[in-house]
C-alpha cells in the first residue's frame, strides 16, 4: 500500500465572461417579447405573465456577480439564449478534451510530471458530450498517456468521488500517478430562460495530480489523509436528458431535459448532510474542526457556504478560512471546489489541514482531507 499525495493541479477558464446586468438585459429582453407575444392569453388567465431578473435579486440569491462560458453571444441573443458550440469532426479533438488538455497541463507542470510519469486518466464531470467512446480516452490520446481512462459522473460531486477513485488506484499500486479532469460546460443544460435558475453556471475545467507519495517532487504536494463519500436518492436536482429521448417523442424539449432543481429544498436538505458528513470524516480521523486551516467547499450558492462553515465551526467563517470564487466563476459544478483549491493553497504552511468539499444532485457528497507537505 503506498501514501498518496496531490501534488498539482489546474485550471482552464474561458476567454468569455458574462455579468449579471449583461445575463438580466438578455433575460428580460426576452421576458418583454414574451408577454407581448401573449397578451391576450395572459389577460384571459390561459398563461402566465413572466417576472424579470435583477443583478441585485441574483446577487442576493447566490452571491454570483459574474461567470466564464465557452460562448457568449449565443446566451445572450434573446432569440437564442443557448450556447452555441459548433459540431466537430470525429479527427478533431472534442470541446471536453480541448478543456482538459489546457488545464492538465498546467497541473502537470506545477507537479513536475510529463505524461510519461501517469499510468491513468479519469474524466469526471456533470455533463458528458457523448456515450463512447470515453472522453477519458480522448484526453489520454491527446496527451500521449499510455495506460488506462475512463468517465465518470457523480454531477457536483464528481471531483471528489473522482480523488477517491484514482486514490485508490495509486494506493493499491494499480497506477504511479492518475490525472483526474473536470471539463464543465454547464452553461449547455441550464435553461436561460428561467428566472430562478439562468443565472446559476459558468463554464470551466479543473485538473488534478494524485501520485505516490515516494514519487513525488512537488513544492505543492498535499497529503490524502483520507476521503469520505456518501449518496442518497433525491429528485430535487435532476436532468432527465438522455438517449432514451428519441424513444419518447411526448419528452422531446420538455424542461426537465435541462437542469430543474427545487432550490429551497436542496438548502435545507444539503447543508446539514454536509455539515455531517465532515465533522464525522474528521472525528474518524481523530482530528477537530478546529484544526482545519481551510475548507475549499462546493460554490453553487454562498448562503450554502456560509451555513455549512457556520455549522461546522460554530460561527461564521473568516474569508481566508472558507474562500469564495463563485462570484466571478458561478456555479461550475464539480470543478467548483477544485478552483477553490486551485486558487487558494499557496499561502498554507507546511503541516496545515484542509477539507474539500463538494455536494450536489443525488444527493452526492464527497470529502477529501488534505495536509499541505
Known sequence: MHNVVISGTGLYTPANSISNDELVESFNAYVQQFNADNAAAIASGEVEALTESSSAFIERASGIKSRFVVDKDGILDPKRMTPRIAERSNEQWGILC????????????????????????????????????????????????????????????????GIQAASNSVQLGQARAVLMVNPEVCTGHLNFRDRDSHFIFGDACTAVIIERADLATSKHQFDIVGTKLLTQFSNN????????????????????????????????????????LIAVHLQEHQLNVSDVKRFWLHQANLNMNLLIARKLLGRDAEPHEAPVILDSYANTSSAGSVIALHKHQDDLPSGALGVLSSFGAGYSIGSVILRKH
Open 237 to 276: 436536482i435532476r436532468n432527465n436528458f438522455g438517449f432514451l429521448n428519441r424513444a419518447a417523442e411526448e419528452g422531446i424539449g420538455a424542461r426537465d431535459k435541462l437542469f430543474v432543481q427545487e432550490g429551497r429544498k436542496v438548502f435545507k436538505e444539503v447543508c446539514p448532510m454536509v455539515a455531517e
Open 98 to 161: 480541448e478543456m482538459a488538455i489546457a488545464a492538465a497541463e498546467q497541473a502537470l507542470a506545477r507537479a513536475g510530471k510529463t505524461a510519461a510519469d501517469i499510468d491513468g486518466v479519469i474524466v469526471a464531470c456533470s455533463n458528458l458530450q457523448r456515450a463512447y467512446p470515453a472522453v477519458a480516452i480522448e484526453v489520454q490520446a491527446a496527451l500521449g498517456i499510455q495506460g488506462f481512462g475512463y468517465d465518470m459522473n457523480v454531477a457536483c460531486s464528481s471531483a471528489t468521488f
